[in-house]
């Protein structure tokens, strides 16, 4: 018996409704970006493991996805090796790239390897899949889309405040209602070097980045088996759970860091970037949030994160800051800042919303019914003028009954019909039938393309 066919857990198949959906959220984030003056790249599914590897900490490159040496991948492996069962050490042996697990870093590869064909600063946007081999669950795939945006080789604030801009713009489009969420690394490493840890900085963002999903006593307990002090531990809870406006916190925070050169220098930044927002005023709130880490290494400054108000899921935008990116592959200096949207997540909350525009997922128009070879003929002109008019249009293959045909047109709801037989033909018209008033006339073709649009 033939084997069930099946896809693999943490990816989806998209049938031509869902992909009408997708594009319209592919192509509205598009027009954003392109107003703001970015331009379109790709890169290879695949990249190298040394690109890949070390870049997103210890979680992130456990969820690599690698693929194994063309060819004869056991050669180089001895029996002893194979024996031992070190996964890691036989995964370095037999596996020389992966599948890219953000847009980022080979965005930051890509900037390096074309470095003299770029005009700085460069703004780029890209729409790839990513993925991670993470344990499915909703709303969490391992085979995703993202949609970044970056803009490189300026160190300028008024970058995030345009990709804020951008966010917001984007989501007001959508019509749905988000929570923009913002904090700096500087000021987490501020608070690390104040609470006497700096060196557990990384330890501690992981940790508190937890903190919507595990709540605050399991981040405690993971602080304290990363090796922070119960004194330590305490003197965070005032700064995790720091309520207010942007203002008040960051008046706070100041406080709180007025000894830390580093953390000040991210208040500043923050501040910056705040007081510019409100002079130009946006539709969705943006809130400091002292609990955003963004669990990534290369994060250095600003961090963005967005999640939807009406809607339980996780966040559906991240980004921010990387002042180190392109160093790790012998650009030092270059200093970015990007987002990327969670195209599958939005694509989850405007399904749950209901929020698409009819005209977006509607697919054909105007269906011409097919009587046989005569009436095809008489038709296939109007066809192509109703096509040539900017009008989808279908005719129907094959002279089937007429109820298979209307059937057709109701299925893919196709709100149009043009039907042409002796009387049409001789009177040089066609009639037109409305599938959803059931309403038809004896028109022209210039009549029927009005009616149509």
């Not at 501690?204 to 002090?229: F, Q, S």
């Not at 949030?289 to 999640?307: P, Q």
Request: net charge negative; with cysteine.
């Amino acid at each position: 018996m033939a084997q069930k066919p099946s896809i693999p857990k943490g990816t989806r198949d998209f049938g031509p409704q869902e992909m009408a959906k997708r594009n319209y959220i592919f192509d509205t984030i598009k027009q954003v970006y392109q107003l703001y003056g970015f331009q379109q790249i790709e890169t290879p599914a695949m990249e190298t493991l040394g690109t890949l590897m070390g870049k997103y900490g210890e979680e992130g490159d456990k969820l690599l996805f690698k693929v194994l040496n063309s060819g004869d991948f056991l050669s180089k492996v001895s029996d002893e090796e194979l024996q031992a069962r070190k996964s890691l050490h036989l995964a370095a042996q037999l596996c020389e790239k992966g599948l890219r697990y953000d847009l980022t870093v080979p965005f930051a590869r890509y900037v390096v390897m074309h470095r003299e064909e770029l005009q700085l600063p460069f703004k780029r946007y890209q729409m790839q899949p990513v993925w991670r081999a993470d344990r499915p669950q909703k709303g969490r795939y391992r085979e995703f889309w993202q949609f970044d945006g970056d803009i490189v080789g300026s160190d300028s604030l008024l970058n995030e405040v345009e990709l804020m801009q951008i966010v917001d713009t984007v989501f007001t489009r959508f019509h749905v209602r988000v929570h923009i969420k913002i904090n700096n690394r500087k000021i987490l490493s501020g608070i690390a070097e104040v609470i006497g840890a700096a060196d557990k900085i990384v330890d501690i963002t992981v940790a508190i980045d937890k903190l919507d999903k595990i709540g605050l006593d399991n981040v405690n307990a993971e602080l304290r088996e990363d090796g922070l002090t119960e004194e330590q531990i305490a003197k965070l809870q005032p700064i995790i759970t720091l309520e207010g406006t942007n203002d008040e916190k960051l008046n706070t925070i100041a406080e709180v860091l007025k000894d830390s050169e580093t953390g000040m220098r991210g208040v500043e930044e923050l501040r910056y970037i705040l007081d510019a927002l409100k002079t130009i005023g946006l539709n969705n709130e943006i809130q400091l949030d002292l609990t955003l880490a963004r669990g990534l290494n290369y994060y250095t400054g600003a961090i963005f994160e967005v999640k939807a108000l009406d809607v339980p899921m996780g966040s559906i935008l991240g980004g921010g800051r990387y002042d180190n990116l392109t160093g790790i592959f012998g650009m030092p200096g270059i200093s970015g800042v990007g987002i990327s949207f969670g195209i599958d997540r939005i694509f989850d909350v405007l399904n749950a919303l209901d929020a698409y525009p009819k005209d977006a997922v509607n697919g054909t128009q105007l269906l011409f019914i097919n009587f046989g070879e005569r009436e095809t003929a008489y038709c296939l002109p109007f066809v192509a003028q109703a096509r040539a008019a900017g009008i989808r249009t279908e005719i129907f293959p094959d002279a089937a009954k007429m109820k298979k045909q209307m059937s057709y047109a109701n299925a893919k709801q196709i709100p149009f019909v043009a039907l042409a037989g002796e009387n049409e033909i001789a009177a040089g018209k066609l009639t037109l039938k409305n599938m959803q008033t059931g309403e038809q006339a004896l028109v022209t073709p210039d009549e029927l393309i009005a009616a149509v649009k």
